[in-house]
């Protein structure tokens, strides 16, 4: 009934007159962004009415034209816009601006991979109730289309299962320990000085991050919302991400013909429940995504018509990100919709844990699920 | 003027009854199709009115319904049909039958790349005239949905340049040399006799499906028609695709960390002009692309925005090949109209050659192009 009441977004916003765009957060991405619209990039589409800072002189001191800045994002949503970018990060404000946004009709782009996470079913249905776009694909894979291609490119197979290396950082580490033999604490020290970690890194290095793709993922691939807290990020006696993993397992992976890598896997199971979970993982060095190095990701997606597709691409990084945000605007143009295209609404769901056949035992006595 | 007078095919023939679509083919990828319409793929979308085959009695042998059978294509394309599938492969009548259908409104889907490949152009030309859609993903890594992702889902970056193993057959051949140290004759007889290379197996070994292939590629990547006879399939003075690479080339190419695949290459120069090229390369065991064994396809798209990206999938096959024709089906039914999507009209333009700036010399005295 509610549906019926409102005018579709794509109607009623997209005319000759330019989209009126804000921007919520001016980080690396947030600035990056900004530039692209006010570059006149695709052309006179875009009005960018203003841009919501915590900082206003440090925005000022990056670059950002002092006209459009405001520290009131709840007033530039006031304001008569038809576009909301959201790139604060983080669970609240930007739940609720997204909320509220998607409430008046207004489409949003974020690369919040948290919030969508946790709140991707609340928001979907949101989105559809009002006919308004809600478009993610910055959150996944920093740029890479992953979740076009399985919204839309892959229209007409069915996903069985994926797995993927999702997590740049995560996957620098490993490689610094495997191929210099270094321990855990070392590579993450280094990781960190180099500006691949965070100085707070237990985001990325117990799986959260990964996790929190992995949910988005399921959520192209397999129709459902995945609980976020029905996702292990371990496996069962195990310490969280790679940190349980050493640079003795690391040696005696080698020894077998594995790589360790932190690998997000999600498949159906025969009686139709989604399997998935996020653990330091032996993948045998013949498969192909052992091969991924530095902070690089890749999705391999297993497919009733087509066999494995697999699709790798930059991890992460401000530059891939902003294309992303940047590439979901001109989607919202081109009349696109919401990221999850013409898929079905989604159905919500928890996780059943991964059950493998298969295991390596390091030296340290931490188990890896093998992968081959 | 011709353009205002012609309803387009998206609002003409998009409505609530099923789209009438005529098969034309019927081996492996046309009997996958008709089997897929007929199952009710998709739910009450389409009505499958007829199959046009060469042999009626073989046609019905495997399965096909003979009500639907009939052996004159053009007559079928009177009847009122909304999409051809073109299925037939070769250059006439698929051609002419594609040209004629186009012209009188009616979508087409063809994995025809050797048509595409030479006629784009005038068959882009007069899918726009009237308004009308032309869907190819067939044509291009049978069923891994690269075109889609050149010309959708890379919106907002530009690409600067690309590279492809795209011929299956010929990755085969060369990857079986490497490992088991045996010529070119035998692994090609072996091939042969496997069903991975033909009985005049000179489309795939001398390089000229992954000349029409990269005309297609370079299509969605670089908005130009590249004239297929500007593609060249060798080095200077060397032998053209595969032809030329010996076993002791191979191993010598091991020594130097090279594996020799067949790169179907094209990248824009600074000059503006697009320069393209199939050859044996030299390709460094880092390089990702060296890992592609068997007959499965990569290509590593160079962006502005995202750096690398790569996609990998099945190169062949009658089933995979099925899926994208029933995927482009689907697209056409999802309103996304045409293969180049939001892309402007085509340029057409001639290949400049690729000029290596390293080479590898084998033992035989062939020169091959080094990548890295």
Redesign the interface.
């Given at each position: 009934m509610v549906r019926d009441a409102v005018i579709g977004w794509d109607k009623a916003r997209r005319g000759d007159r330019p989209l009126r765009v804000a921007v919520l957060g001016a980080g690396n991405v947030g600035l990056e962004v900004v530039r692209g619209l006010l570059s006149g990039?695709?052309g006179p589409t875009f009005d960018l009415v203003g841009v919501a800072v915590r900082d206003m002189g440090k925005a000022q001191a990056a670059g950002m034209p002092v006209e459009l800045l405001t520290d009131a994002p709840a007033h530039l949503l006031a304001d008569d816009i038809d576009v909301v970018v959201e790139l604060m990060g983080g669970e609240e404000p930007a739940r609720t601006l997204i909320a509220a946004a998607l409430g008046a009709g207004v489409a949003v782009v974020t690369a919040n991979k948290y919030v969508i996470a946790r709140h991707g079913a609340a928001l979907e249905a949101e989105a559809r109730r009002t006919d308004t776009p809600l478009r993610f694909e910055g959150a996944v894979m920093g740029?890479?289309?992953v979740l076009?291609?399985l919204a839309?490119?892959?229209?007409?197979?069915r996903v069985l299962g994926m797995r993927g290396i999702v997590n740049g950082t995560t996957n620098y580490i490993l490689g610094e320990m495997a191929t210099r033999g270094i321990g855990y604490q070392d590579a993450l020290a280094e990781a960190q000085a180099a500006g691949y970690a965070e100085a707070d890194p237990a985001t990325d290095v117990e799986g959260g991050d990964a996790a929190d793709k992995l949910v988005i993922l399921a959520r192209l691939a397999s129709g459902v919302w995945l609980d976020r807290d029905s996702i292990a990020t371990r496996v069962p006696d195990g310490q969280p991400g790679i940190t349980g993993v050493t640079a003795e397992d690391l040696a005696e992976a080698t020894k077998h013909g594995y790589s360790i890598r932190l690998l997000a896997v999600a498949q159906r199971a025969e009686d139709g429940s989604i399997e998935a979970g996020v653990a330091a993982t032996a993948v045998d060095v013949l498969a192909?995504i052992s091969?991924?190095v530095g902070a690089r990701n890749r999705v391999d997606i297993h497919?009733d018509?087509?066999?494995?597709?697999?699709?790798?691409?930059?991890g992460a990084g401000g530059?891939?990100t902003?294309?992303a945000v940047?590439?979901d605007?001109?989607?919202l143009i081109?009349g696109h919709g919401s990221t999850w295209?013409?898929m079905p609404p989604a159905a919500s769901g928890v996780a059943q844990a991964l059950a493998p056949a298969e295991w390596f035992t390091g030296p340290s006595g931490a188990r890896y699920p093998v992968v081959r």
């Open positions: 990039w695709e740029g890479t289309p076009r291609l839309e490119d892959l229209a007409g197979t192909p091969s991924i497919t018509r087509l066999g494995w597709i697999s699709l790798e691409g930059p530059h891939a902003a294309g940047l590439a605007l001109a989607a081109a295209g013409p």
